[in-house]
């Protein structure tokens, strides 16, 4: 089975902090994708990988980086924490296929509260 | 004043019912189409997906149809059961420079009543 791993399910941090969420991917995958859910909004996409060292900014960049140094990991960093990064935070993962869509492979979520 | 968040919608049903979970798709050129569930405190899992080659897709319980013309996705779950209660998301598949990436509708929070 596909495992994709999430570090932490809670974490509290205080604003201003910096803050890391960590992922781990077993299935070798090229693609990696940090979204963060919010009620009504469903999950809107952060940043992406689609290879080592690589990324891609998604729709809600804004507050935060990525680090890409092996296949199988992907973190997510939020530089300085603000209250209204409060929120679920979803790791997943995907293969390569060039073009064609395929299914992306879910964490079971970090949900991060700034105080 | 108080702000007023936004809320899921919410399909009520009786067990034993047909369940249809409706979704509007933005982009016309989208090839590939996912169902996902997800239960409370966990991450969205795999149900049923279709390619835009095809109308209809089943599975056990799901249907998934695709009417492309007017960019609508339903999911259609068969005698329903207490564990289908999930919020349901259906996402698109969008290729971009060079790149695959899912875009996700809102969600429809199914409960099921017995």
């Known amino acids: 089975d596909v495992k994709v791993t999430q570090s932490s399910r809670y974490l509290v941090k205080r604003t201003g902090e910096k803050v890391f969420l960590e992922c781990v991917q077993d299935?070798?995958?090229?693609?990696m994708f940090w979204y963060r859910q919010d009620p009504g909004l469903g999950l809107r996409l952060i940043y992406f990988?689609?290879?080592?060292?690589?990324?891609e900014k998604g729709d809600i960049p804004e507050g935060y980086s990525v680090s890409r140094e092996k296949k199988e990991r992907f973190s997510l960093i939020l530089e300085s924490a603000s209250t209204n990064q409060t929120s679920m935070y979803l790791c997943?993962?995907?293969?390569?296929?060039?073009?064609?869509?395929?299914?992306?492979?879910f964490g079971q979520g970090t949900r991060l509260t700034v105080v | 004043g108080e702000s007023v968040g936004l809320h899921l919608p919410t399909l009520s049903v009786q067990e034993g019912d047909n369940s249809i979970i409706n979704c509007a798709y933005s982009?016309?050129?989208?090839?590939?189409f996912i169902w996902y569930k997800q239960e409370s405190g966990k991450g969205p899992q795999f149900i049923i997906d279709?390619?835009?080659?095809?109308d209809k897709r089943q599975g056990q319980r799901v249907t998934v149809l695709l009417n492309k013309t007017v960019k609508h996705l339903s999911l259609q779950i068969a005698a329903t059961q207490p564990g289908d209660s999930a919020v349901y998301f259906c996402?698109?598949?969008?290729?971009?420079?060079?790149?695959?990436?899912?875009?996700f509708g809102a969600g429809t929070r199914l409960a099921v009543h017995p």
């Open positions: 997943a993962s995907s293969l390569w296929t060039g073009g064609a869509g395929t299914e992306a492979f």
């Open positions: 299935m070798d995958h090229e693609n």
């Open positions: 990988s689609y290879d080592v060292k690589m990324k």
């Open positions: 982009n016309s050129a989208s090839d590939y």
């Open positions: 279709i390619r835009s080659n095809m």
């Open positions: 996402a698109e598949n969008a290729f971009s420079g060079g790149y695959n990436k899912l875009i």
